[in-house]
């Protein structure tokens, strides 16, 4: 079985703070996405990465694909309040058909 | 609008009823999906569909079923529910499947109580 694991589970930082979440896994992902998600509503798509060492930018985040496509990151710059929310990285691969794995997920607190 | 569109938003019902969560999408995609969502475990991915009458099991399909005689429906069905199915539902669509990397589109989530 594949797994994806996330971390840090919960992050609470300041305003204007950096901050990376980690996505990591033993399994070769053919594509990674990165959601987010608020309270009461689905995940969002934020990104997809598919290329090993792919970095992808928007606007303040930042989002790599390891070089071996087992792992991802997510780094946000001088973060605001209204990044707060829960992070989600979901990885695809081509020997396991439609499914998609999810990691636990980053609950992020920006407080002001 | 774009959407994925599930019903109800909200259950509480008892242990051995039988319940159905529809799900419904307006974006002629071919692939849907639903997960459940617990504290600490993610999205988990329950059952999954590449096209009309094609399903296959996810990662946690032990006691659900579900049926996909359109393409826009993909109701999740809880023959016997029990305490354990208590959670919060997902259902999802993309254009195609994971092969293609498409996003996942998602619906805002069915919160069941099973008691």
């Known amino acids: 079985t594949q797994l994806l694991e996330q971390s840090p589970q919960f992050l609470s930082i300041q305003e204007g703070e950096n901050l990376t979440v980690y996505c990591n896994s033993s399994s070769v992902f053919s594509s990674l996405q990165w959601y987010r998600q608020e309270p009461g509503e689905g995940p969002v798509l934020l990104v997809t990465?598919?290329?090993?060492?792919e970095v992808k930018k928007l606007k303040r985040l930042t989002f790599q694909f390891g070089d071996a496509r087992k792992d991802s990151s997510l780094h946000i710059t001088a973060a605001q309040p209204g990044d707060t929310g829960l992070y989600l990285c979901a990885g695809a691969s081509y020997n396991q058909g439609g499914k998609l794995i999810f990691g636990q997920g980053t609950e992020l607190s920006v407080k002001p | 609008e774009a959407q994925v569109t599930q019903n109800p938003r909200y259950l509480i019902t008892v242990t051995g009823k039988k319940l159905t969560v529809t799900c419904s999408q307006n974006m002629n995609h071919e692939y849907m999906s639903w997960y459940r969502q617990d504290p600490g475990l993610g999205l988990r991915q329950i059952y999954y569909?590449?096209?009309?009458?094609?399903?296959d099991k996810g990662d946690v399909p032990e006691g659900y079923k579900v049926s996909r005689k359109e393409k826009r429906n993909f109701p999740l069905i809880l023959e016997s529910p029990s305490p354990n199915q208590t959670s919060l539902y997902f259902c999802?669509?993309?254009?195609?499947?994971?092969?293609?990397?498409?996003?996942?589109?998602f619906g805002d989530g069915t919160r069941l109580s099973i008691l």
């Open positions: 990465v598919v290329t090993g060492g």
């Open positions: 569909s590449m096209n009309v009458e094609v399903t």
């Open positions: 999802a669509s993309s254009y195609r499947g994971q092969y293609s990397n498409q996003p996942q589109h």
